[in-house]
């Protein structure tokens, strides 16, 4: 497939500061800093990383006044297109929308604070900032963080609860006249990535996309779930931006933007790797690629060692989860057979939705592997030898 037959963009352009995405605007690459907001020293070196790899984008986490105040900092040392991720604080907006050229809100976190507030109000406010401070939004719906309303109205298809929720979004935000704005629907499994982008698209064939693998997990299995959803959707003309999350050292962050780069340039040029066949058939390890949330600096080098003391039972259709914090944690691991996010001096266990407890770093390997042998045992007859 060359560029010229793929199928062409529909989606209206937008100005993200500098950048224009949208319609037959290059596709942009963006990622986010992994590092806790208020450390200035980590995150101006994150954002210094991620400049050099060649962002158009770069996202940081704000969710307190504090974190405003470091953003202000920031951002006196870059040129960058910066975006900032309200978290669950959107109370936030009017202080951030002068700092930053983009505003993520998540329709899933918006209830969180002043309960009673109808949600339509608290989406005038963000517009009213961005609006104020030519920002551009991003309504960025996650799977793990939902809107409990559209949860319960799609209780068997988790992707039309996200597909419905983005869609009415853009609603609210049409009529409040505000058009600087792309959307993302993100999930960790790749053809659910798919699935909602595709359906949204044929919905609102205008509005861009920014697109991703959400807690995509370690390279290269992280990369290969993300090549699948961008290789089906780009080359069908749906994509205007893109995120590789990878849970990488923070050193490594610069990664996320070459991969990127390296998957657009693939489909570009034809170049369509083709996934290895029995790839997530046997064992699947979801990774979050961690962010400035999360709660112990062991987060990596334990997602790591999940996959090494797991190996053995590669052959298994079995799902485990790596998350590192508890915001998204506890709701991200749900759908796993087996889940672990982190605390700060503990993770937690889980079997599916159920808890088994919480354990220091230096136990949770061995609990994890006697409760993987478990399921192995109860559903495949024996678990296979192991050298010691
Ligand atoms: S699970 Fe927590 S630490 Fe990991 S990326 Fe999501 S918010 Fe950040």
């Known amino acids: 497939m060359t560029e010229s037959n793929k199928k062409k963009r529909t989606t209206r352009q937008i100005k993200i500061g500098k950048l224009t995405i949208g319609g037959d605007s290059p596709i942009a690459v963006q990622s986010m800093t992994a590092t806790v907001t208020q450390d200035l020293k980590a995150t101006g070196r994150q954002i210094e990383i991620l400049e050099k790899a060649g962002a158009d984008v770069i996202r940081i986490a704000v969710d307190s006044k504090e974190d405003v105040v470091a953003l202000k900092k920031l951002r006196e040392h870059t040129d960058a297109v910066l975006s900032v991720d309200l978290q669950e604080n959107y109370l936030l907006a009017p202080d951030v929308a002068p700092l930053v050229d983009k505003i993520r809100y998540n329709p899933g976190h918006l209830w969180h604070l002043q309960k009673d507030k109808p949600i339509r109000e608290k989406v005038q406010f963000i517009v009213s900032a961005a609006k104020e401070n030519n920002c551009a939004i991003r309504i960025g719906v996650n799977c ?77 299995e992280g990369i290969i779930k993300t090549r699948i959803a961008l290789e089906q959707l780009v080359s069908a003309g749906i994509g205007d931006t893109i995120r590789v999350s990878l849970t990488l050292p923070d050193d490594d962050k610069g990664e996320e933007i070459k991969v990127g780069r390296e998957i657009l340039s693939d489909i570009a040029e034809g170049r369509f790797r083709s996934v290895p066949k029995n790839f997530l058939e046997g064992l699947n390890i979801i990774a979050c690629p961690s962010c400035s949330r999360v709660e112990n600096g062991k987060f990596v080098e334990l997602a790591q060692d999940v996959r090494k003391i797991t190996e053995y039972a590669n052959q298994y259709k079995i799902t485990i989860a790596v998350m590192g914090c508890r915001v998204n944690g506890p709701g991200e691991t749900d759908d796993a057979d087996l889940g672990l996010w982190c605390g700060p001096t503990y993770v937690n266990l889980k079997k599916g939705e159920a808890s088994l407890g919480a354990f220091p770093y230096d136990e949770i390997l061995k609990q994890l592997k006697n409760e993987l042998d478990k399921i192995i045992e109860d559903r495949f007859g024996s678990v296979p030898s192991q050298v010691s």
């Open 144 to 220: 793990g963080s939902v809107d409990p309303d559209y949860k319960s109205r799609f209780p068997d298809d988790s992707v039309q609860s996200m597909v419905e929720s983005a869609v009415d979004h853009c609603v609210m935000l049409d009529e409040m006249g505000f058009t600087d704005y792309c959307v993302s629907l993100k999930d960790s499994d790749s053809n659910k990535v798919i699935d909602a982008n595709k359906r949204f698209a044929e919905r609102r064939p205008d509005v861009p996309l920014h697109l991703g693998v959400t807690e995509a997990g370690l390279p290269p």
